[in-house]
């Protein structure tokens, strides 16, 4: 309920304001067919709230909900409470694509597809270093190919950020990289939205086999759970649904690692609860954040940087209540 009163909050907020009297009078319309406002003022509405503020709001939720399930999910699989999305390299692969398809020139949809599929390429490298190594299930092997590919597409973005025009697309990049939903359209919106909600919804089902991974694969297999193939789809939707955020609006950090311990603190660690409550948490916290982002300012500030500020501080308060239960 909290979240739906959010949603309907976040469209009075923007820099064209937008009186109590006209949404509910825009919303008469809408769907009773009746209002008193003018053909000209039902027009501006309408572009609004259907063209800017529905999709951004939608996007918001999306991918707070995104990254709060990929990183209850990744803590969950690697029993590790500082394990967050970019763990496997996804966000610095997805980076790295959408700062090449920027640097070509290509459409924006070329650099959307680029940031989907070079986060899986890096997703892709953290795995190979497993079959190397000839220990296929090592959870600290796996990591440190993860440490490894975000390293690697990290160097190669340093790469094109040098050697990118200083003036026209460098600026670009950097305010892509610092997360922002200023692009949210609804066509992406569009293309994404039925595989990041499929994906949410598979993990949030799988929640119960992420309580025995927590116990560790050995307690898990006498459960009955087959650890493998938990592990591979459960990462490859967490994964999915990670490259999918930075698709949508750039790198926003913080969130998958935040969420799934404040949902922890409020609601216990049976991850039945909160894989899925880490979706709705997540959704708020993101669409608050990108309420502040638009309101505080004259300018926007990119929601990247705000969710990173915000985030420190409530680590910080969940570090100390965590510190007082154990004490």
């Known amino acids: 309920m909290f979240l ?49 503020r529905f ?35 996804v966000l610095a692969g997805s980076s790295f694509g959408a700062a090449l398809g920027l640097v070509l020139s290509l459409p924006w949809f070329g650099v959307q597809i680029l940031t989907f599929v070079f986060g899986f390429c890096a997703v892709l490298l953290s795995i ?9 299930k090592s959870t600290i092997i796996l990591i440190l190919g993860g440490i490894i590919s975000s390293a690697l597409f990290t160097s190669f973005l340093a790469i094109l950020k040098y050697s990118s025009d200083p003036y026209d697309v460098l600026p670009t990049i950097v305010f892509w990289l610092m997360g922002t939903l200023s692009y949210s359209d609804k066509n992406t919106l569009a293309l994404v939205f039925v ?14 086999y992420l309580n025995a991974l927590s116990l560790g694969d050995e307690e898990a297999k006498s459960l009955g759970v087959n650890v493998k193939y938990i ?10 649904i990670s490259s999918l955020t930075v698709v949508l609006a750039g790198v926003i950090g913080w969130i998958g690692l935040i969420i799934p311990h404040i949902t922890r603190l409020l609601f216990g660690a049976d991850n039945k609860i909160v894989v899925p409550l880490s979706a709705i948490i997540g959704g708020i916290f993101l669409l608050s954040s990108d309420m502040l982002s638009r309101s505080l300012f004259e300018y926007e500030i990119p929601i990247g940087i705000l969710t990173s500020i915000v985030g420190i501080f409530m680590f910080i308060f969940v570090f100390i209540k965590a510190k007082q239960t154990i004490c």
């Open 4 to 52: 739906i009163g959010l949603i309907h909050l976040s469209f009075f907020i923007g820099k064209y304001p937008i009186s109590l009297n006209e949404y509910v009078q825009f919303l008469k319309y809408y769907f009773l067919n009746e209002t008193t406002l003018t053909e000209d003022k039902i027009e501006v509405l309408n572009n609004i709230f259907f063209n800017v």
């Open 55 to 89: 999709p951004r709001i939608i996007t918001a939720v999306l991918i707070g909900a995104s990254l709060g399930v990929a990183g209850s999910t990744f803590q969950a699989i690697f029993v590790n409470p500082l394990v967050s999305p970019g763990i496997l390299g």
């Open 128 to 136: 190979t270093f497993l079959f190397i190594s000839k220990r296929p």
């Open 195 to 208: 595989p990041m909600v499929f994906g949410i919804v598979i993990l949030s089902f799988s929640s119960k």
């Open 231 to 240: 592990k591979i789809y459960s990462i490859f939707f967490a994964t999915l």
